[in-house]
């Protein structure tokens, strides 16, 4: 028989109660009970289960700090933004993609697959073909060879996705059909926008019971990763990093995308948009450092690990790669991520160089590995080139902007209006 519920010592009154549900929490907050947990899913929240194992119990306190904060009060953990979503949620440390579980998509299906789903909520067995654009196929080129030796892979997306909205003459069709073709049109197009760098013989990409598809994402994006041959698992494993960075709820990039997406931009504009914020270096770009560490380590031998990993820390206070404030318990895409690498059996000199990193960082450190280790891993076990899991997370993030728009396209137009509080000083100096 389910515990029942402390007594409340002061009945009627809801100010005195030892511990909310879910819907009187939400209730005293005003919003609704998704809202509520995606607030325990950012930290903002704490819950506890109750000993029947299913009902989640909220402190009062704990509550009315929240809703004080809501109404103006301090900040505590940055600025907060509650959107309603039908996309992605975060929900006791796993991650799913309308309702599926991300992880076990990431293992049993292609990322186009995943795609369509994201943005159609439709499970075809077919998947179509995605076709660049051959008109801004030349101009793209162009620009792409014209930028400098230091332009990063991101640099080269960022105008290819420019170029491509550019020459594509329908793209202000914001019906939801015509912004999953310009997705399908803009992904193929980005991806042959990078130039290649290895062989183009790459096994077809064979997951799930799906067909072997020789025109899959994760198959033409790793000859533009480096010059490594590919093998079928690892070309498997490509996909499943694509999968799993596919989105993550309300990120920095995705909430720019749905503000451009809220004014109407075309889905390559909105596309352009998360490119720009997913540039920054606590956002998509986070995995570079961690390949850069493992390069040094790969350098130095794996005896050194310990050395290098604490330079690392008095330097910079911190090693790339590790916590993550959605999983105090360890990111679950690392995990899958890493299981995945090691399966693969590829150049077992540099697993060994991310194991040792692991093994030095698990010995001290209470933060476990978050997504950025777990693409950096992949880079490194793979042979990919240093900068490259930025394309990795463009590519992959994109599928969710765009899932995102064709959401926000659906709502009100132009209902994001911040308001500033004004702190300068008052009158002339």
Do not use: C
């Not at 194992?53 to 306190?61: C, D, I, V």
């Not at 799993?244 to 503000?259: C, F, G, K, Q």
């Amino acid at each position: 028989m389910p515990a029942s519920r402390p007594p409340d010592p002061h009945p009627g009154d809801p100010h005195h109660s030892h511990t909310l549900t879910a819907r009187e929490a939400a209730a005293r907050l005003g919003v609704k009970v998704e809202t509520l947990y995606a607030y325990v899913s950012r930290g903002m929240l704490d819950r506890r289960v109750d000993l029947d194992g299913r009902t989640s119990l909220f402190a009062p306190e704990d509550v009315e700090r929240l809703a004080r904060r809501r109404r103006g009060g301090r900040r505590e953990v940055g600025l907060e933004v509650v959107v309603d979503t039908g996309l992605t949620s975060i929900e006791d440390h796993r991650l799913h993609y309308r309702g599926l579980d991300a992880i076990e998509l990431a293992r049993t299906r292609s990322f186009e697959w995943v795609a369509e789903w994201l943005w159609t909520a439709e499970m075809g067995d077919q998947v179509e073909p995605w076709t660049p654009s051959v008109r801004s196929a030349d101009l793209i080129a162009a620009e792409v060879a014209g930028l400098p030796s230091t332009a990063t892979p991101g640099d080269r997306l960022r105008v290819a996705a420019a170029v491509a909205g550019a020459t594509h003459s329908l793209r202000h069709d914001l019906r939801p059909d015509a912004v999953v073709r310009s997705g399908r049109r803009l992904l193929a197009t980005m991806v042959d926008a990078l130039p290649v760098l290895g062989a183009a013989d790459v096994p077809a990409l064979v997951v799930g019971s799906e067909v072997p598809r020789h025109d899959a994402i994760a198959v033409r994006l790793w000859p533009r990763l480096g010059p490594s041959p590919a093998s079928t698992e690892l070309v498997r494993t490509l996909n499943a990093a694509l999968v799993l960075l596919a989105d993550h709820e309300l990120a920095a990039s995705t909430l720019a995308a749905r503000v451009a997406a809220s004014t109407r931009a075309d889905p390559y504009a909105v596309v352009g948009t998360g490119l720009g914020v997913l540039s920054g270096s606590l956002h998509g770009t986070a995995s570079v450092p961690v390949h850069r560490l493992f390069h040094e380590v790969g350098q130095a031998g794996v005896a050194e690990t310990e050395a290098i990993v604490a330079e690392h820390l008095r330097h910079a206070n911190l090693v790339p790669g590790f916590g993550h404030h959605l999983y105090p318990g360890g990111d679950p895409r690392a995990a899958a991520l890493l299981d995945l690498v090691r399966s693969a059996h590829a150049e077992p000199e540099r697993m060994a160089v991310v194991d040792a990193v692991h093994e030095v960082m698990a010995a001290d450190a209470p933060a476990e590995p978050n997504i950025d280790f777990g693409l950096a891993a992949l880079a490194h076990v793979a042979g990919f080139r240093l900068g490259t899991g930025e394309a990795i997370f463009a590519v992959a993030r994109s599928v969710g902007w765009i899932a995102h728009a064709i959401e926000e396209y659906a709502e009100a137009g132009n209902r994001y209006r911040a308001r500033a509080r004004y702190v300068g000083q008052r009158g002339r100096p």
